[in-house]
């Protein structure tokens, strides 16, 4: 996953001095990869420790692990540029500045997944016995929709949301399930229970959010990290999970590929 992403992805998550550090990064990328930590922490206003304590929290060994992942980025694809929605922005121009927040999020989580990560996950259902789903809030809805696009495949597929019910499901797992959790937050407490309760039975688990601090990133056997779109919270209070449907989106079509079922529609 690229530095920048990871600090967005854990930028709500830090302490104030960690912040600062992010902010001066965040807005200075190209001058940070090329900077020392001492200068880093003088021109954020913060302390040496500070900055390592970011760079560990990113899951960098150290600074200068992290200053050579900033330096190196992504080359291969091109970045989108947007603005931040402003409050006398005309109608056309929040339009635009949306469109191209979610474009830019897609691209952002283009880079960080891990393709084979997905592509072994995609192995698994194809083999699964059952493919358990697990959501909540506005992730239901995508579950949902996951889980229906599954069983017109042709898989036994179900998306829980309601925390009884989870709590049930959780005695049930087995070796030859697929267990896949899908959070904005990646802190919803009864997913995450059920995803240690997968994990102690043996099933096969993947997890997907928009944050890489999330403690099912050390509990899935594959963690998918994908991007938020701010502005999109700024303005109605919930971030967008765009990129969680075109993740997903990618994954039947990799499961379809892989097990020869298609689905047809008149």
């Known amino acids: 996953m690229p530095a920048r992403m990871k600090i967005r992805s854990a930028y709500s998550t830090?302490?104030?001095?960690?912040?600062?550090?992010?902010?001066f990064i965040l807005e200075n990328p190209d001058r940070a990869a090329l900077m020392v930590i001492n200068e880093i922490a003088e021109a954020a206003g913060v302390s040496v420790p500070s900055v390592t304590r970011l760079a560990k929290k990113l899951g960098?060994?150290?600074?200068?692990?992290?200053?050579?992942?900033l330096a190196s980025g992504s080359?291969?694809?091109?970045?989108?540029k947007s603005d931040p929605v402003r409050n006398d922005d005309p109608d056309g121009v929040v339009v635009e500045k949306?469109?191209?927040?979610?474009?830019?999020?897609?691209?952002?989580?283009?880079k960080a997944i891990r393709r084979d990560d997905l592509g072994a996950l995609a192995e698994h259902i194809t083999t699964a016995r059952r493919i358990f789903i697990f959501g909540a809030g506005s992730s239901a809805m995508l579950a949902d929709d996951f889980c229906l696009q599954l069983n017109m495949l042709g898989y036994d597929a179900v998306s829980v949301s309601d925390p009884v019910v989870m709590e049930l499901?959780?005695?049930?797992?087995?070796?030859?399930?697929?267990?896949?959790?899908?959070?904005?937050?990646?802190?919803?407490?009864?997913?995450?229970d059920s995803l240690r309760a997968a994990?102690?039975?043996?099933?096969?688990?993947?997890?997907?959010?928009?944050?890489?601090?999330?403690?099912?990133?050390?509990?899935?056997?594959?963690?998918?990290?994908?991007a938020r779109v701010d502005d999109v919270k700024a303005v109605v209070g919930r971030e967008s999970n765009v990129s969680m449907y075109a993740l997903t989106g990618a994954l039947l079509v990799l499961v379809s590929r892989k097990s020869g079922h298609t689905h047809h529609t008149d």
């Open 14 to 23: 830090l302490p104030a001095a960690e912040r600062r550090v992010a902010d």
């Open 60 to 69: 960098y060994d150290g600074f200068m692990d992290f200053r050579v992942a």
């Open 75 to 80: 080359a291969s694809i091109t970045s989108l």
């Open 98 to 110: 949306i469109f191209l927040s979610y474009m830019r999020s897609i691209e952002d989580t283009l």
């Open 169 to 192: 499901f959780s005695e049930r797992f087995s070796t030859s399930d697929v267990f896949l959790g899908i959070s904005r937050s990646g802190r919803t407490k009864n997913i995450l």
């Open 199 to 226: 994990k102690k039975r043996g099933a096969f688990c993947a997890f997907v959010s928009n944050y890489i601090t999330s403690p099912a990133a050390q509990i899935a056997d594959s963690f998918f990290c994908t």
